[in-house]
């Protein structure tokens, strides 16, 4: 009972700091906000051929100059456009300019392309087109020797709209910016629950209440338990409110597991609880929230808060980013929401609850040998 009395007690306290439960919430929804709009490219894939422009001369006639009509017509709907060759123009140097991603001139002779080294991607497509479309005239013209009936069928396949498709090889949902950012914050808030732990009793020296705490009749195991009980509610209330923002207002994905997403979430503040509150033991007073701020900090810097830690960083780098709660929380979260791969939740879960019973153990060891709290 005394401990629930001392964890509604802190909640309370926290609750009555206006100011700094205020911070603990607008902080992260603006940083999301801000990053998730400003790195929106890092996290766009997407190749646009959209406005694609070719420069043509065409002089040929006959069956070749109503095919190759047919299908300048159709492609112009997937976005790209053919460009008659005016008198006194230059085809090739236009290509050279960069006005058009390639020249092509159609003759009775046949088809001749100039493409543009500088527009590879766009240059790629017309090639791929202009060789499909010459194939199939090919086997048309050959076929009509034999049975101008059936060539027909051919020339009408050059006729087609959608000659640019896009087909992923990995379909999976990726994350966009906001997406990524969300996950981010919400880790990233969860670590500051060691700021929380680091204050726990530093808070009741500093205000000259830890005394009569010692002297109350209630066990120093019941205060302990209430503080950090107290601690955990608040910040996974913090925690739950910026999901929930970041779902219905920010329209982030967080896919179809969030009892899970919210267990391994309550494990990382629990650990980061216990990590705050052990250094605030061992450093004794005010240089012990420096301390845990700058863990904090190099936590959220390393394990990709602000901005992506690709997955292949190696050496020295790859393994200090490792280290970070943070970093094995992202992952396991992106891979729970995005994969589904819910056996990802087991090794995060495990790490934070590891690293909070040994952080918890140390700091209830130096309360117990210490005189008072």
């Avoid at 997407?46 to 422009?53: G, M, R, Y």
């Avoid at 709907?77 to 090739?92: E, H, W």
């Avoid at 009980?229 to 739950?240: A, D, K, P, Q, R």
């Avoid at 910026?242 to 896919?255: D, L, N, P, Q």
């Amino acid at each position: 009972m005394n401990t629930l009395s001392i964890a509604w007690k802190e909640m309370k306290h926290d609750f009555r700091d206006f100011r700094t439960l205020i911070f603990l919430l607008a902080f992260p929804i603006l940083l999301m906000l801000i990053l998730g709009f400003a790195l929106t490219n890092v996290f766009n894939g997407d190749v646009s051929v959209d406005n694609l422009k070719v420069l043509v001369k065409n002089t040929s006639t006959g069956q070749l100059s109503e095919a190759y009509t047919a299908f300048a017509k159709g492609v112009s709907q997937s976005g790209i456009t053919f460009d008659d060759l005016k008198a006194g123009v230059n085809g090739r140097e236009e290509v050279e300019q960069n006005r058009y991603a390639d020249y092509i001139e159609v003759s009775d002779s046949g088809i001749h392309l100039y493409g543009s080294s500088r527009s590879s991607i766009e240059s790629n497509i017309v090639q791929g087109m202009m060789s499909s479309f010459a194939d199939k005239y090919n086997a048309a013209a050959a076929v009509a020797q034999q049975d101008p009936a059936k060539a027909e069928f051919i020339i009408a396949a050059t006729h087609q709209t959608d000659y640019i498709k896009d087909t992923a090889i990995n379909a999976d949902r990726q994350p966009g910016s906001i997406d990524y950012y969300a996950i981010a914050m919400t880790v990233m808030i969860g670590m500051w629950g060691a700021m929380s732990g680091g204050s726990l009793i530093r808070s009741e020296i500093v205000h000259g209440t830890a005394a009569r705490l010692a002297a109350a009749p209630v066990r120093k195991s019941e205060i302990f338990m209430g503080k950090v009980l107290g601690s955990v509610v608040l910040n996974m209330l913090c925690v739950f409110v910026i999901v929930m923002f970041s779902k219905y207002v920010f329209k982030a994905y967080w896919g179809n597991h969030l009892p899970l997403i919210f267990l391994i979430l309550l494990t990382e503040v629990i650990m980061s609880i216990s990590l705050g509150l052990a250094i605030s033991y061992m450093m004794k007073g005010e240089p012990s929230g420096g301390i845990v701020m700058i863990i904090v900090q190099l936590a959220s810097f390393l394990g990709g808060a602000y901005f992506p830690m690709g997955d292949d960083t190696g050496g020295f780098l790859g393994s200090v980013t490792n280290l970070s709660p943070i970093r094995w929380g992202n992952q396991a979260l992106t891979e729970i929401v995005y994969d589904n791969a819910l056996t990802a939740a087991l090794p995060a879960m495990l790490l934070n609850m590891g690293l909070a019973v040994l952080f918890l153990g140390a700091a209830a060891l130096m309360m117990h040998r210490k005189e008072g709290i």
